[in-house]
């Protein structure tokens, strides 16, 4: 089984170019520095997997030409992560079937009360409101949706508590800004690691880009790619050749094809 990651969105929750400002990223005309709210895309052979629906779902769908999704997984319930929740419409009336949601019990107890006409009684249903099927994670456990086997990576997002996921060789986490030892062991033996690297200057929830390298070097996985980036990073061309070897500022529209 191969598994495809197209990472379809890696701003933090403003996106850049961020409205009123014009800072040289917010201005610049390069595509790796237009970056939409984080999220990314999976594809393990004829199963799609969404990791997060931010704000930005819609135009990330059109973009990419993505006209299936058999599930969602859901980091934490921030705006920037599910605020996007109702554009999953389209998919849900075009496949016939509610979207299963995955999520701790925090974030999806924060989901239904977001959407409640979501989760309302059949008899009830607004017509046209999207149906979604709330599936729990037990963050201690590893879960599998289709064949694919998930292992949830619990991580601290200053004191909120955020699931990174771990299929095979390739690790997500974002929102971060400790990773507790147990996690630390999930880990080991990662490929493909994707982690949160804001800005340079210290954030009380979220990785420096320096403290995201340190994390790196820990894991020694082969390739990293960090997200969740802000305006205050500074531009893509200059940022990135900067970097360690094997790590990389991942941008909208960037697609691994990771062998599993």
């Avoid at 790796?32 to 594809?43: G, K």
């Avoid at 997997?49 to 990330?60: N, T, W, Y």
């Avoid at 989760?119 to 709330?134: D, H, K, M, S």
């Avoid at 086997?149 to 619990?154: C, K, M, N, R, V």
């Amino acid at each position: 089984m191969n598994l495809t990651i197209i990472f379809t969105g890696t701003g933090t929750s403003q996106g850049i170019p961020v409205i009123g400002c014009s800072c040289p990223v917010c201005t610049s005309t390069d595509p790796r520095d237009q970056r939409t709210r984080t999220s990314a895309h999976l594809i393990a052979d004829s199963l799609h997997l969404q990791i997060d629906i931010g704000a930005d779902f819609r135009q990330q769908m059109l973009r990419h030409h993505i006209r299936q999704l058999d599930a969602v997984l859901l980091t934490h319930e921030h705006m920037d992560h599910l605020a996007g929740i109702d554009d999953l419409r389209p998919l849900i009336f075009i496949q016939g079937k509610p979207m299963p949601l995955y999520g701790s019990d925090q974030t999806l107890q924060a989901v239904q009360r977001q959407f409640p006409y979501a989760f309302a009684a059949p008899q009830n249903r607004y017509p046209g409101a999207p149906e979604l099927t709330p599936c729990l994670i037990d963050e201690q456990r590893p879960f599998t949706i289709g064949q694919l086997t998930i292992t949830p990576l619990p991580v601290l997002h200053g004191q909120w508590p955020v699931l990174g996921f771990r299929i095979g060789d390739f690790s997500y986490i974002t929102d971060a800004n400790h990773i507790p030892p147990q996690t630390l062991r999930l880990l080991t033996g990662t490929r493909y690691l994707v982690l949160n690297a804001l800005r340079h200057k210290p954030h009380y929830s979220h990785f420096t880009l320096e403290e995201a390298i340190t994390i790196a070097r820990q894991v020694h996985a082969e390739h990293t790619y960090f997200t969740h980036i802000s305006h205050d990073l500074g531009l893509h061309a200059q940022v990135e050749p900067t970097l360690p070897p094997g790590m990389h500022l991942a941008y909208d529209g960037l697609t691994l094809h990771i062998p599993h």
